[in-house]
């Protein structure tokens, strides 16, 4: 494969899961890790990607200024968020995760919306703040550098103490078999914490990340209240989570 064939994949791998790691990417192109590294290197320095710690991160991930360009399928993000919006009602206590497309669902929530709003998410309070009406409740603790997310015991110990009406829990990978899947190991433990403390569980994601698996489990298919997609319920994609008798949006 050419460098500018192994960089394609490097960047749509990025854009689909906002985040990856070298290893990962190594083993999908059969390539050394030191190549991976080399060639994210370069597409950071042409500003495709942002180099983090062991892997790279989409421009739109972490960075709530962001130019609304450099959110990978914006407009699918923003059909969903559409959807999920009108899952919402006046009085209800929400728990949202982070990501891009949570974003979205942050910044479409109607201003004048009479609802409570948690987030571990430091992108998604920022665009939660601008809503009049929305009380927003930061669940904090360390804060993850890559992801803008609170991680570790503080924060889990505070999700411990609630329960909401509706969780919108960011996914990475979904898949029939294995269920939702991230490679990020605090993450997982913070979205399995989100899980336990929500009466009803929505999973907004791409369609290309359906049919995808990383290495850790946060849940089967069966935690999983509703699914949205930009695509429509009956849309041949989606036949294999219609099977498995998941209700989608």
Same mark, same amino acid.
């Given at each position: ?9 490097? /960047? ?28 994210? *290197? ?15 991160? %989409? ?17 699918? *993000?923003?059909?969903?968020?559409? *959807? ?32 409570? =709003?948690?987030?571990? %998410? ?20 360390? /804060?993850?550098? @890559? %992801? ?5 015991? =503080? ?11 509706? =969780? ?15 490679? @990020? ?21 791409? %369609? ?10 946060? =849940? ?16 041949? *994609? /989606? ?11």
């Amino acid at each position: 494969m050419l460098k500018a064939e192994r960089q394609q994949v490097i /960047l749509n791998e990025v854009r689909i899961h906002n985040r990856v790691l070298f290893t990962d990417i190594a083993e999908l192109l059969n390539v050394s890790v030191d190549t991976i590294r080399r060639d994210i *290197k370069e597409l950071g320095a042409a500003k495709k990607l942002k180099k983090v710690h062991g892997g790279a991160i %989409s421009l739109g991930f972490n960075n709530y200024h962001v130019e609304n360009q450099e959110i990978y399928a914006l407009e699918n *993000k923003s059909r969903i968020a559409r *959807k999920a919006i009108t899952l919402l009602k006046s009085g209800q206590v929400v728990l949202l995760s982070g990501g891009t497309t949570n974003m979205e669902i942050a910044r479409m929530i109607p201003p004048h919306l009479k609802i409570t =709003c948690f987030t571990p %998410s430091l992108p998604v309070a920022v665009q939660l703040m601008a809503k009049s009406d929305v009380e927003v409740i930061l669940v904090g603790g360390k /804060l993850s550098r @890559d %992801s803008q997310i609170a991680i570790g015991g =503080c924060a889990i110990n505070m999700l411990n103490d609630i329960k909401v009406d509706i =969780c919108f829990l960011g996914i990475n990978s979904i898949d029939v078999k294995n269920g939702v899947t991230d490679f @990020d190991w605090d993450i997982v433990q913070i979205k399995k914490a989100m899980i336990s403390a929500s009466k009803r569980i929505v999973a907004p994601s791409i %369609s290309e990340k359906l049919n995808s698996t990383q290495r850790f489990k946060i =849940c089967g298919l069966d935690t999983i209240d509703v699914l949205i997609t930009e695509l429509e319920p009956d849309d041949d *994609k /989606l036949k294999d989570f219609r099977d498995a008798k998941v209700k989608l949006l």
